[in-house]
């Protein structure tokens, strides 16, 4: 797949753990300290050892200044859409622009049901995602002045009011590895959000493909959807040059909680992709290399 010429974003995947309290917010201000884009926390609402995410989100988002934040991903089964588009709105007015949307399935089917959900097959959660997804837009666009009606079979709005509108375009990043899910972004949604412990040789092709084919059929321009791609140490600047440059990934994000790592990702890791990646969009073939 060709480079899709997105700018490089660098961030972090911090586990939110809640022993000590304020460990996961001190590498989150560490984060921005040591220059990365964006700080992100995994969404877990059944692990007792974990902070509630969104509850993370707002804190973090108050104790730094430039830094995104995001979930990596918000677990829908356990967040009502309607409500969560509201929260995601306030928390991008309060930070002034800094609140991104990951959002995901949950995958953890009988332990988002032990918290009170309704236990889903797979299928049942892509379809409650598809139509979240619409509820959230659909509470963003406060050009449409009339009341919000969605009637879908896992989640309904009924004549919900519009807004607030967010201080930037939300960006919806999708964690996803099976085509029906990237169908979806490629409909909906405004990167893809996967993890390459994950994915297996070709993963990230096929999945690139489905969604571009899924953009087009939609009538969008695949550049617009931006390839993301969750990575933990080691971390080769050679490898992941290659993603960027064959595969379109643009932002990467390190899953660390390790500061000595989260530094030399942020000082001199990210440096090294941005000169290959530099170099092989002008032309040269540093950044091509075959790792």
Known sequence: MPDYDHPLRFGSFITPR???????????????DVGLDLVTFQDHPYQAVLHDTWTLLTWVAARTSRIHVSGNVLNLPLRQP????????????LSEGR????????????????????????PDAVSGLDEALDIICGIWD?????????????HR????????????????????????????????????????????????????????ESARLAGRDPREIVRMMNIVPPV????????????????????????HEIRRFATVTAAEIRDRVGEARSGGSHGEATP
């Open 18 to 32: 809640n022993q000590p309290p304020h460990h996961p917010v001190d590498l989150a201000m560490f984060s921005e």
């Open 82 to 93: 309607a409500v969560l588009a509201r929260a995601m709105a306030s928390l991008d007015l």
């Open 99 to 122: 609140a991104e949307l990951g959002i995901g399935t949950g995958g953890f089917f009988d332990a988002i049901a032990s918290m009170g959900a309704p236990l889903l097959t797979p």
């Open 142 to 154: 406060v050009a449409d002045r009339s009341p919000l009606h969605i009637d879908g079979r896992f």
């Open 157 to 212: 709005v009924d004549g919900a009011q519009r807004g607030p509108t967010p201080a930037h375009r939300i960006p919806i990043w999708v964690g996803a590895y099976k085509p029906r899910m990237q169908k979806i972004i490629g409909r909906k949604g405004d990167g893809w959000l996967p993890s390459l412990p994950w994915m297996q040789p070709g993963d990230i092709a096929k999945g690139n493909q489905n969604i571009d």
């Open 236 to 259: 080769s600047a050679q490898q992941m040059a290659r993603l960027a440059i064959e595969d379109g990934v643009s932002v990467f994000i390190l899953g660390s909680d390790d500061p």
